[in-house]
């Protein structure tokens, strides 16, 4: 890994981050409820099929077309975590004032990638020695990462108490892959292809950031993605591929997808988040075609103790101003209690919960795919953190 501690002058303490998973929420892979099971299997419905065909969990209804469950793998590329002592966060699209965060915790100028996996632990700074920090205490964080979230996983499917094979990406349009499984592929290529968060429409010239993504896209470590918006009539576009048994080589082997988070729900153009917006009528103000670089402070996250807030951010760290300029989100937490840091201080960790960070995404059309349910795609959002210490007078807890 490529972080370096920045020394800052006070006491030492010895820092070690623990990732235990990663929470996110959604805005269009999207706002999704939790999907039944048969065994360990997507519940399908043994009925007519149509644009919803997932049974929600806890009732007798098939009526929803994505599922949030916990991903096998998820990978961020980190830059930069901060403790700040005044809120560096500025509402409604006005840049963030990082100058406010005194204590820069890790810092990588290339990205480093952290991989998240359920129940592992991960020591960021591992043999990196001691951290120094400032007393005091400090009642934001700031996390700058990169925009481009990377998922490895499959899931299984099952209608009427028997598998359903399901239809998925193949080289070409009519040339669906089926089983009973869908994953993530890597497409055989040495960089992801990527789908957006908002699933904007992609075009390959002209693309002006709003209502369009460029096709490929440069990530803010200096690599190109293909990005795919995935249609029902074209199985190159779809982000997952099915199979009976999952291929870890060839053209649709089993690897990383990456999810684009290319605009946030308070828009440029509205006061109120473009789902509500287009809910209401206002098809102009839709998320996939609108672009919004910040989400103001919300205590709508799993865990969290306080509220968080996000911005769209280009490389050099100033506010994106479309789809195609946005390579890293700022992640900023206004804490309900501060993070203190003391003489006593021992230990600092950042917890992150996975319970339903990947979005199982699916496409249906009767003409299509042999009348099969696709997969769509697998959907990350943006993520939530818990930043916990631990002290000499309370070594078994950590708060």
């Given amino acids: 890994m490529d972080f370096k501690l920045k020394k800052l002058f006070s006491i030492f303490f010895v820092l070690t981050f623990v990732f235990i998973g990663l929470n996110v929420t959604s805005t269009s892979s999207q706002a999704v409820e939790n999907c039944a099971l048969d065994g360990t299997s997507i519940d399908i419905d043994s009925g007519t099929l149509d644009s919803a065909n997932f049974k929600q969990s806890g009732t007798s209804s098939y009526a929803l077309d994505a599922c949030e469950h916990e991903p096998d793998f998820y990978k961020l590329i980190g830059f930069k975590i901060m403790l700040c002592k005044a809120d560096p966060y500025n509402e409604n699209g006005v840049a963030p004032d990082f100058s406010v965060c005194n204590a820069t915790l890790i810092e990588s100028s290339t990205g480093a990638e952290i991989v998240i996996q359920p129940g592992v632990e991960t020591n960021l700074l591992a043999g990196a020695g001691n951290l120094i920090i400032p007393v005091g205490d400090y009642p934001y964080a700031a996390l700058i990462a990169s925009n481009h979230i990377y998922i490895k996983h499959s899931e299984s499917f099952s209608r009427g108490g028997s598998a359903y094979t399901m239809a998925g990406y193949g080289t070409s349009a009519s040339g669906y892959s089926t089983g009973t499984s869908c994953y993530t592929t890597d497409r055989n290529a040495s960089a992801p292809t990527s789908s957006t968060y908002t699933n904007a429409t992609t075009a390959a010239s002209g693309s002006n950031g709003i209502t369009t993504i460029a096709t490929t896209k440069v990530t803010a470590q200096s ?6 918006n995935p249609q029902t009539n074209d199985a190159r576009t779809l982000g997952l591929a099915c199979a009976d048994t999952i291929p870890t080589t060839g053209a649709a082997r089993y690897g990383y997808v990456g999810e684009i988070v290319d605009s946030l729900s308070s828009r440029i153009n509205g006061t109120t988040d473009c789902d509500t917006q ?35 951010l280009k490389n050099d760290e100033t506010l994106a101003s479309n789809r195609n300029e946005a390579t890293k989100i700022a992640y900023i937490v206004a804490f309900t209690n501060p993070v203190n840091i003391s003489e006593n201080t021992t230990s600092f960790k950042i917890s992150v919960s996975t319970s339903s960070s990947v979005s199982v995404d699916s496409h249906y059309s009767s003409g299509e795919a042999g009348g099969r349910i696709q997969g769509k795609k697998m959907g990350a959002n943006p993520f939530s953190v818990r930043f916990q210490t631990k002290t000499k007078r309370a070594r078994g807890a950590w708060r």
Avoid at 223 to 228: A, Q, S
Wanted: aromatic fraction near 12%; proline fraction near 0%.
């Fill in 223 to 228: 690599i190109t993605e293909n990005v795919i």
């Fill in 278 to 312: 287009e809910d209401n009528g206002e098809a102009s103000k839709a998320c996939n075609i609108t672009f919004g670089n910040y989400e103001n402070y919300s205590s709508d996250f799993e865990g969290l103790d306080g509220s968080a807030a996000f911005n769209l």
